[in-house]
């Protein structure tokens, strides 16, 4: 069974920094893309950060030049720094993977608990 499990969520003032992590655990052959997502209350979840497996990140353009996605194939970790966070960054985010288990055919998203981010003085 595989699992993504996300840590480093908290509260933190307007101006600064958070670090974000995820470690996918189980069974597992290989993982493609991963990312994080953010869900704030009444609103739909959205893409914040993603990355493939040979390092190309994508970004939402409100996080641009803030969030750095990185990820380390060899632990099966995915992070993402945050810089000058702001009040509207405040949501749970999740951490996303597509992972093919071991002994199944073909690829399955798997996600993870979600951590709650919030940016406030």
């Known amino acids: 069974q595989v699992q993504l499990v996300e840590s480093g969520g908290g509260l933190v003032q307007p101006g600064g920094s958070l670090r974000l992590s995820c470690t996918a655990s189980?069974?597992?052959?290989?993982?493609?893309?991963m990312g994080w997502y953010r869900q704030a209350p009444g609103k739909y979840r959205e893409l914040v950060a993603a990355i493939t497996s040979g390092g190309s990140t994508n970004y939402a353009e409100s996080v641009k030049g803030r969030f750095t996605i990185s990820r380390d194939n060899g632990k099966k970790t995915v992070s993402l720094q945050m810089s000058s966070l702001k009040p509207e960054d405040t949501a749970v985010y999740y951490c996303q993977g597509r992972v093919r288990p071991m002994g199944l055919i073909g690829t399955y998203e798997y996600w993870g608990q979600g951590t709650q981010v919030t940016v406030s003085s």
């Open positions: 189980g069974s597992i052959v290989s993982i493609y893309d």
